[in-house]
């Protein structure tokens, strides 16, 4: 009877794990923003890092959306996205310095920070 009840509960919590999982893909996961038109990009001071700024349309439901893309210069252009933020059309994007940019008054140190307005 005790095996049958830890069973059913590990059972349970690989359920509530794949559902949670899935949320946070479908929702969350900004590795699937859309790519959206190519709006702007700058290139910070030391040449190391590139942001490009994308609008996106999502049709007559949905507001338009800034999408910041930082591009790793000197590891052959690969990409993640930093800055997502929803109810704009045009990216502003100032360095200050080799290793922080502002977009749009949020500042990121784009080493480490992230902004998505679905998490504020």
């Not at 290139?43 to 700024?53: D, F, L, Q, R, W």
Request: charged share 30%; no cysteine.
């Amino acid at each position: 009877m005790k095996i049958i009840v830890k069973f059913l509960a590990v059972i349970s919590l690989l359920i509530v794990a794949l559902v949670g999982y899935g949320v946070y893909w479908a929702f969350f996961d900004m590795k699937r923003l859309p790519e959206g038109e190519f709006l702007t990009e700058e290139i910070s001071p030391n040449g190391e890092y590139t942001v490009k700024a994308y609008v996106t349309n999502g049709g007559a439901t949905t507001p338009y959306s800034v999408r910041g893309e930082l591009v790793f210069n000197e590891k052959k252009n690969k990409t993640k996205n930093i800055y997502w933020d929803s109810r704009e059309e045009n990216a502003e994007i100032a360095w200050k310095g080799n290793h922080t940019v502002v977009i749009n008054g949020h500042e990121l140190d784009v080493r480490k920070d992230k902004y998505d307005f679905r998490r504020q």
